[in-house]
């Protein structure tokens, strides 16, 4: 009765990998129990999601080509868009939300537009906006930028704006740091950079308040949740963005989360489903409001359980 912090599945969102072609359920070898999925076995991921009450699935693409610009990130035909429309027809009421980024889509494996080694923001705005209309075009309920590049919400917003989806949403990904907890996720999504590291547009992990003013600036963009991510090394600056600001938060529980509890718990040497608990419910003391995870099923049926 007096438990402080209670976790729902209503709060969870499940992260998809969703690949061309049909019937493919291709294992993620760092995060057992996660695959890549092709569009049709997508549906069903959403469907037994929604059956355990998460309601809310973030889609990321493995699109068949890559090339410098990223160019099929807003190829109305790739696997995302697909997806999109395929999980709105066979499970109407889950809610679809979009990773909104290039590093999936270009071949040097960076989040935009290269320029002389940099990334150059200016060139990279335009084709995240217009990446964002293509997933809103498709059904999307909600965008998230992840890019990392200063202005995407904005522009995101207005072209959303103009195009008459005033209504849609936008999650910024706002305090997103340079994180060794990427790794698995970059196996999965096959996005690893060939070159450098995101050094350049994502934060250090020795900065607080640099977070505090990421956080600050998108939701003068026009951000409607804004994100910390990862998650659980950074509950500190969870906790003090949910004191000041009154915007919706949520944080990433990152693949290389998810494939530490999963590699521990496979040896044994911790108690895997216990592990996801305490975490979570670490994640959600700390105040966010929506917590992404690998582990949302899972969860969601440890909790019916009771
Ligand atoms: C970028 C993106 C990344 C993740 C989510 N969106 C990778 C990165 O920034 O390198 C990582 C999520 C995870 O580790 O689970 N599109």
Not at 45 to 58: H, N, P, Y
Not at 118 to 142: F, N
Not at 164 to 188: H, L
Request: hydrophobic share 40%; aromatic share 8%.
């Amino acid at each position: 009765m007096l438990k402080e912090n209670r976790l729902s599945p209503a709060e969870f969102i499940y992260p998809m990998f969703v690949t061309n072609g049909s019937g493919i359920r291709n294992p993620i070898k760092p995060m057992p129990g996660i695959d890549q999925i092709s569009v049709d076995i997508a549906v069903e991921e959403a469907q037994r999601a929604f059956e355990v009450g998460v309601k809310a699935v973030l889609i990321f693409g493995l699109p068949d080509e890559k090339d410098a610009l990223g160019s099929s990130a807003s190829d109305p035909t790739e696997a995302v868009q697909s997806a999109i429309t395929e999980i709105k027809l066979g499970s109407p009421d889950t809610y679809v939300i979009t990773d909104v980024c290039l590093c999936e889509y270009t071949d040097h494996g960076h989040c935009g537009i290269i320029k002389d080694e940099d990334l150059d923001s200016e060139a990279t705005l335009p084709l995240l906006a217009k990446t964002a209309v293509s997933h809103v075009r498709a059904g999307a309920d909600m965008v998230a930028p992840s890019a990392m590049i200063d202005g995407q919400v904005a522009i995101i917003r207005s072209e959303l704006n103009e195009k008459g989806f005033n209504d849609v949403p936008i999650m910024g990904y706002s305090a997103k740091y340079t994180s060794a907890f990427y790794g698995p996720f970059r196996i999965a999504a096959e996005s690893a950079p060939k070159f450098g590291d995101r050094g350049s547009y994502q934060m250090g992990f020795t900065q607080s308040s640099e977070a505090i003013r990421e956080i600050q600036s998108d939701i003068e963009e026009g951000a409607d949740i804004v994100m910390v991510k990862p998650a659980l090394a950074y509950l500190d600056v969870i906790k003090e963005a949910s004191i000041r600001f009154n915007t919706p938060i949520a944080a990433y529980n990152v693949s290389g989360e998810y494939s530490m509890i999963s590699a521990a718990g496979n040896a044994g040497w911790i108690n895997r489903e216990k592990a996801i608990m305490e975490v979570l419910t670490s994640i959600k003391r700390a105040g966010a409001n929506l917590i992404i995870t690998y582990s949302a099923i899972e969860a969601a049926q440890l909790l019916s359980r009771g």
